[in-house]
């Protein structure tokens, strides 16, 4: 038997770690593109998931680019600082595309008092145009996430998705079960003067209240969590949801032409 004296198997672990660490570079690099694939496509999912519409993560894109028209990026004044068509996937105002938006670092950003960049997402779906707000904000354990998805009036939910990265199973992990869920449809983020009021999350709810829904039993602090992420996020989209609202308004004010036309020949009679 040949006896291997320390520095021999020095250099042969000390080689045998180097080729396992190469390799593992390799195959890292080689699954990157598809491992962000996945992630991509995931999120895709949890945003038709906010608007009623359930695929597999493999038909996410295809159904992505069906459903939602445009990705807007906003800022906490109104201003729209870029455009993405989504069937086109053509980036037609502003340099980054929304989807590509990392919520943390733009409200980290904010804290700073700089100018925050903050994602919304438009759909339509049976003819109908509508919204989704992403949100970030903090439970128990860690991270919190929704999609809120609102009508046409940028106001009534019409569909959420909530997730988290470590919340307790059987407490704050109930956020995202259709039971916490499902309350939320038909609720309201604006009052009557049209200023965001969000949706709070509390013990003993109004179950007819526009603004508020249960809280999880035993997750009293992923509730909250969940209460104040919706409150700050939701309120950086005030000036814009405001001034999109406005617009409507007049626009819809403005008698078409055809009403034109009738005004002008009854006049005439």
Do not use: C
């Amino acid at each position: 038997m040949k006896n291997f004296n320390n520095k021999y198997i020095f250099l042969y672990a000390t080689a045998l770690v180097a080729v396992v660490a190469v390799l593992l570079s390799v195959v890292a690099t080689l699954l990157k593109p598809q491992q962000q694939n996945n992630i991509k496509n995931e999120k895709m999912q949890t945003l038709l998931a906010a608007i009623n519409v359930s695929v597999d993560r493999d038909d996410a894109a295809q159904a992505y680019s069906q459903y939602f028209t445009t990705e807007l990026t906003v800022g906490t004044n109104g201003e729209v600082l870029s455009v993405y068509d989504v069937p086109q996937q053509t980036l037609t105002q502003g340099e980054t595309r929304a989807f590509d938006i990392k919520l943390k670092e733009q409200q980290v950003r904010e804290r700073e008092g700089k100018q925050g960049a903050f994602p919304l997402y438009v759909f339509e779906k049976d003819g109908r145009k509508g919204y989704v707000i992403p949100t970030q904000g903090n439970g128990l354990w860690g991270a919190v996430f929704a999609n809120i998805a609102l009508d046409a009036d940028l106001n009534t939910i019409i569909g959420v998705t909530f997730d988290h990265e470590s919340e307790t199973p059987g407490l704050g992990a109930e956020i995202t079960t259709e039971k916490f869920q499902q309350p939320f449809i038909g609720k309201q983020i604006l009052d009557e003067q049209g200023n965001v009021v969000s949706i709070a999350v509390k013990k003993h709810a109004d179950a007819n209240a526009l603004h508020e829904v249960d809280a999880i039993s035993g997750g009293t602090m992923t509730s909250n969590g969940v209460s104040e992420m919706l409150a700050a996020d939701l309120a950086r989209y005030q000036a814009y949801i405001a001034q999109a609202r406005n617009a409507e308004t007049q626009q819809a004010s403005k008698p078409t032409t055809s009403n034109q036309e009738s005004e002008k020949e009854a006049s005439n009679e």
